[in-house]
């Protein structure tokens, strides 16, 4: 059975970092193309970005409001799915899922930025 | 970017009646390469993830209900709960996956009558 799980998440502080990870199982992980989608608490869903499958070319797309502050990346090798977070915002606080897209959904995590 | 909106934003519906929710795209969805809408529906209910119900607009998932259909090609969608359960109260968001950057509607929320 397909499980994702994400982790990382936290309390930060605005201007701060963090990476989140999730880790993949019970499906060829290098063949599926990953996005992260987020939720702001009592708000509704955001698609964050995506990465294709290392066979497709590994490229990533990021939504307008975190392109440039935030890095989607991949280990193969580790089954492993990376959010990084940069210059954080008030804003960027949600639960943030880790997602094949449309079938499989992890839990989500949840990341607060707050001073 | 393509724009996801949907109506209404809440439904009070009662059990054993239709609900009915509605998806318009600001662009065409339809690849015309396949005759595919990218129009996908959820449900989400608290503190879950969203759960995948339709995708291409009118497949569904499989496990889901019968009860659950999707209809609608190009810019405007509709997802049908044909028999209103207790358990379909829920809030339902559609996404499309059509363009480079993805997107869903506001999400519309499901309660009973």
């Known amino acids: 059975e397909a499980q994702l799980v994400e982790s990382g998440g936290g309390l930060v502080k605005p201007g701060g970092s963090l990476r989140l990870s999730c880790a993949a199982s019970?499906?060829?992980?290098?063949?599926?193309?990953m996005s992260w989608v987020r939720q702001a608490p009592g708000k509704g869903l955001e698609w964050v970005g995506r990465?294709?499958?290392?066979?497709?070319?590994?490229?990533?797309d990021y939504a307008a409001p975190v392109k440039g502050r935030f890095t989607i990346s991949r280990d193969d090798s580790k089954n492993r799915l990376y959010l990084e977070m940069s210059s954080l915002k008030t804003e960027d606080t949600a639960v943030y899922y880790c997602?094949?897209?449309?079938?499989?959904w992890g839990q989500g995590t949840l990341v607060t930025v707050s001073s | 970017d393509i724009v996801m909106t949907q109506s209404p934003d809440s439904l009070a519906v009662s059990l054993g009646e239709r609900a009915t929710i509605n998806c318009k795209s600001s662009?065409?969805?339809?690849?015309?390469?396949?005759?595919?809408?990218?129009l996908a529906w959820f449900q989400q209910k608290p503190g879950q993830p969203p759960k995948l119900l339709i995708h291409?607009?009118?497949t569904r998932e499989s496990g889901v209900p019968d009860r659950f259909s999707g209809s609608g090609s190009g810019t405007d969608f509709t997802l049908t709960i044909s028999r209103l359960q207790a358990e379909d109260v829920a809030v339902y968001y559609c996404?499309?996956?059509?363009?480079?950057?993805?997107?869903f509607g506001q999400g519309t929320k499901l309660e009973i009558k």
């Open positions: 662009q065409s969805v339809l690849h015309s390469s396949n005759n595919k809408n990218y």
């Open positions: 291409r607009a009118s």
């Open positions: 019970g499906f060829i992980f290098s063949n599926v193309w």
């Open positions: 997602t094949t897209g449309l079938q499989y």
């Open positions: 996404q499309q996956y059509y363009s480079t950057l993805y997107s």
């Open positions: 990465i294709k499958s290392t066979t497709d070319g590994g490229t990533t």
